[in-house]
DNA sequence: CTATCTGCAAATAGTTTGCGTACTC
DNA sequence: GAGTACGCAAACTATTTGCAGATAG
């Protein structure tokens, strides 16, 4: 996705484009698992003097505008990431930590599963699904 | 599960067993989705006078013996629920927050595909899946 | 009797909010 | 120029830790 639609995207909600916006932005898309912190701490080295309230601040604006989703993948902070990446289902290993994802289509067919037999409409980008890595499994 | 059987597991462990323990595994049992803040409020009333830090205390020490788990269902606090209870994955519905649990055979049937094409080995009663409810999902 | 456990109070981590100024449109 | 957005500092929520007295084994 340009950068012109994400313009787009926050003017059509009423918002303002501002520098700190697209920054945050251009940082969710570039770091891996990214959380408020890591937004704002690579941010620091890039656009100097953002304040970590407007991370906060800016990371619910883009999300009510629909650019943006989060996870909780773990017990602290949720990530972040764009919201037109495909949609994977996170799994974050209890040993380790490591965060990979399940395979959309993979993701896709539970999700219809889910819906056939409850009715519930997943959103796998929210989802983070917990246990233990190839690595750490295999090491027990 | 019996409480002798809570009683073993703390001792084989090297825990001691108290009332506060035994009243904590008696609320995780019978609280659907309790968080830490309401187990010690439910607390207050049969147990007076437990301090919260003793849950979150013994919540860790549950955990570590394996008699407890606990899921990251929504922003806030997680949920805790016993170890022996079917191996369900928690759904949590983004916009009016009820918790449902996908049927344990689903459950199943995903891990396993996880399994194969990742390696990864799912623990279900640790995961949560974000969506929409089936009432929340018909009014959108 | 001794080491673990508990309650209390203070510390910490992540996030939110109030307020005055700066910048977008 | 009007009103949103920003930076700063303080407030808030969930959780953790230090310490002195209480209790399980």
Redesign the pocket.
């Known amino acids: 996705m340009a950068e012109s639609e994400w ?1 787009a995207a ?2 059509s909600h ?8 697209l920054a945050i932005l251009r940082m969710v898309s570039a770091i891996r698992h990214p ?3 890591s937004i704002y701490e690579a941010m620091g080295e890039a ?1 100097p ?13 883009l999300q009510e505008v629909g650019l943006v989703t989060h996870a909780h993948i773990d ?4 990530v972040y990431h764009l919201a037109a990446e495909p949609n994977h289902i996170h799994l974050s290993c209890l040993t380790c930590g490591e965060v990979t994802s399940v395979q959309p289509e993979t993701a896709a067919a539970f999700a219809e599963r889910v819906a056939t037999d409850t009715g519930f409409q997943i959103r796998p980008g929210h989802s983070a699904v917990y246990g233990f890595c190839p690595k750490c499994s295999t090491n027990t």
Chains 1, 2 share one sequence.
């Open positions: 313009e926050l003017r009423g918002h303002r484009v501002t520098p700190q916006r959380t408020a912190e656009e003097s953002l304040n970590l309230s407007t991370v906060y601040r800016n990371l619910a604006v017990a602290k902070a949720p």
